[in-house]
């Protein structure tokens, strides 16, 4: 894992410094790198999803958690990475303001798409305490 996480690192470094390097000659190209540098990043966290879809699912046969909450847990951490890399890129293209947006609008969809899980949770310490 320490090793993915260096790849990863000096991957993200290399496509920074390679984006700063044509920042003031070619914009564009900085900008492209930085966005390519993103999306391989983004297909190596995609991996480490899937593995943890597996390891939830084993846990889920060896615990009573519903099937609904597991894949709301799955969505709200699709929101999250989504949002977090599109606002990223909104930010290194300069465009801020669309990047707060998005970034309000994730969090919005994340507390609306946990409402389930907070009811139940709220029902059964209703339950323990009534």
Do not use: W
């Amino acid at each position: 894992v320490v090793c993915t996480v260096i790849k990863i690192a000096v991957l993200g470094i290399t496509g920074i410094l390679l984006a700063l390097f044509l920042k003031d000659n070619r914009p564009v190209f900085a900008v492209l790198i930085s966005m390519a540098s993103c999306m391989l990043i983004f297909f190596c966290a995609v991996e480490k999803l899937r593995y943890l879809s597996e390891s939830l699912q084993q846990l889920q046969s060896y615990t009573n958690i519903k099937d609904a909450y597991v894949k709301i847990l799955f969505k709200m951490i699709g929101i999250t990475y989504i949002g977090q890399f599109s606002a990223g890129i909104c930010k290194d293209a300069g465009y801020s303001a669309v990047a707060g947006q998005i970034e309000i609008y994730e969090r919005l969809a994340v507390l609306a798409i946990s409402m389930p899980i907070l009811t139940a949770l709220l029902e059964t310490i209703h339950g323990f305490l009534g």
